[in-house]
């Protein structure tokens, strides 16, 4: 019974990363530990067939906290929760991206142009997409999908 058991949660698994995108799908939360991205972006503990942020601690040490300010933990993620995270961060002292969006929880440039406010349309315009896990993410014209949820625009001038 326990090997028919340990078939179907390996088939179940192969079918995930196949269907989700992913190279491959941590086991255990060891394999999240040793990972890439636990030192990138603080992912450092395991979720569902997922690594998943599980600590500040692990945002704070990873390059996440330093480069864009996700220094806090908030539902399995690193992401900004304070104005200092993003005034700390590499981002503000090269792109100018030092407020805090409080709703958003990122870092933004307080000078750029909302989205919101853009007057320009064009039915030819470009955008940027990704899927992944059934979920798929468009970004506005002339912004590119970065992973994560996240899009980066090119600075209006």
Do not use: F, W
Not at 12 to 38: F, H, M, P, Q, T
Not at 89 to 105: D, G, H, I, N, V
Not at 116 to 128: L, N, V, W
């Amino acid at each position: 019974m326990q090997e028919r058991a340990d078939q179907l949660v390996r088939g179940v698994r192969e079918l995930l990363r196949r269907e989700s995108g992913y190279g491959c799908i941590a086991k255990d939360a060891a394999d999240c530990r040793k990972s890439i991205n636990c030192k990138k972006t603080g992912t450092c503990g395991l979720g569902v067939l997922r690594c998943v942020a599980v600590s500040a601690e692990d945002c704070r040490k990873s390059t996440g906290c330093a480069e864009n300010g996700a220094c806090d933990m908030e539902v399995g993620e690193c992401r900004p929760t304070k104005a200092e995270h993003c005034t700390a961060s590499s981002q503000c002292k090269l792109e100018k991206q030092c407020e805090l969006k409080a709703l958003a929880r990122t870092c933004t440039d307080p000078n750029a142009k909302d989205d919101d406010d853009d007057d320009e349309t064009s039915s030819t315009s470009s955008s940027s997409s990704s899927s992944g896990a059934g979920i798929t993410y468009t970004c506005p014209s002339g912004c590119t999908y970065i992973g994560g949820g996240k899009c980066r625009c090119r600075r209006r001038r």
